[in-house]
């Protein structure tokens, strides 16, 4: 069978296919620029999916609680698409452990979708994959856009700067909780779970945790476009296993959600939003162009580096002025 | 009293002052490019000391263990410098605890110098600040540096490709381990290292890392100019606690460091390590020129964008051709 074109691959993802939608996410996640062009053929506008991140340290059970999550929207009638972000190895290029067999509850439904993403961070290529995979989700019509990402690293903090309402997952004991603060995940929060609840100690964290709230932990007021005015970050307990809490979180989104559209946050963080996907678009092209066009003096300053001949921003600044002296007929660039 | 010129800092940083190298180590943070043009200054050619990264999940007691591997390269007869990698804030831009207070056994003597280093990620900060640092330390005449990150997202995966050696720190259970190789930090080793030896577990941890590297989880053997042939990664015991373990680490690091001059395979990591540090530099300059030269271009990519209008890649390249397309006195830039 002849492979399809990106027009029948687009008409199948109007039509509701599925497998349009996966094939279209692994385009995203290899950095396919046909994830992009599908998604301009099958229009769509301005972002309507509620798209929820949820982040925090490894084995706080993010994952099951994304399960239980997914399965109270399904119950308030919303279609749901899952993205879990998994950093994968730079040498293989690949995720090591594949793709989750986890989410059995939610995934056997049809109307939820899950998908992990497996892709480097290196300028911003873990963002753009997970911000074209909400664009996706959301074209493909889901109600909801559930990003959940493992660890809590500076690319995992940046792509929680692509959802709408930011949940922050940690799990009784202080240590979970210091290392959130350190990892500045704690100041992203619009909504902190101290999941595990059944363990011993859950009180006491959901207590100190009202206490930072109270000095000012959350996210500072001055100057963040993208605060809510009022919204006071809510403090939730769950559990995973039983089902605790969860209601209670999906309620909490809810009136995130109502918050940002009333107060014009909402637009002021996708423009934010926006902004760092054009830095890191534009850094992508930029580095491209300048290799494919002078990949002599690329190679030199490499070398030049590597033997501390240079520092990184001059060599830098020298071969984007090679570039723009290519106007007047600088011979630094190869003809294209 | 007046601010002291670059030229007086470099002369001070020459003669061997502390005060010198902070102030270098704080311009570095920032991403002024002061540290830069001290470095120029100062010159020093290519790099002498030996850089040690340690990474691994949050609370497997890296930073103690990096405390007393200081200790023991000083009893070497070697000089110190450790920087420890803080991930900071997005909104703050600073570190929100601030200098750490720990490492106090290290940090007494003066052959020591510690510095964390809290920036932002985006677009390669942090491994821009951290190259810069390890540069800095190295012309001030340390003989080892060692990098210390806390958690094992991207950014830090990123950072560990900057050093000539990665420990990856576990601790005993296998919920770390299973963490770790999420990660893809378990990939990136070259030596391992199950801390907290003290604790139940630690031979099972053991012996579960020796039978995943038989099994293939090492570096990969294709295709990686950066690995050194023969190389078998050791597995060590350590409590950084009672000091176990610690002498073994260090001779584990001196005969990678031998065997990465031996096989030529440390000057290919540090090609690697400059050919990203210059796409990252590369990056940055071209979105701050072109942010300056057509903002509002720029302002309008971003709002389509943000209003799903268009797609990151389709606004970046038109973007960089309007700056090409200069050349020929097209009107869409501003004139400098």
Redesign the interface.
Known sequence: MAERTLEEWAAAFRAGDRRALARALTWAEAGD?RA??L??LVG????RAHAVGVTG???VGKSSLVDRLAVALRRRGRTVGVVAV???????GGA??GDRVRMAEAALDSGVFVRSLAT?????G?S?AT??AI?LMDAFGKDAVVVET?????????VM?LVDSVVVVLAPGL??DV?A????IL??ADVLVVNKADRPGADLAVRELRQMLLLGGG??EEA?AGRVPGWEVPVLRTSATTGEGVEELADALDRHRQALAASGAG?AR??R???????????????A??RRAAPTM?EE???R?????A???????E??AAARG??SGGRAWTSP
Chains 1, 2 share one sequence.
């Open positions: 620029g992009q062009r998604l301009a769509g506008g301005g972002r340290s490894p084995g998994d950093p994968s190895s730079p040498f293989s090591i452990l480097r961070g290196r300028m911003g873990l753009a911000g074209d664009r493992v660890g809590a690293g500076q690319a995992e903090v940046d700067g240590g979970d290392q603060i350190k990892a500045g100041e992203i996210r500072p963040d637009a996708r423009l939003a926006a902004e760092g996907a054009l830095a890191d678009a534009l850094a992508r092209t930029a580095v162009e300048v690329w300053a490499v070398r580096l590597a033997d501390g001949e520092s990184p921003a001059a060599a830098a600044h071969l984007w290519a106007r």
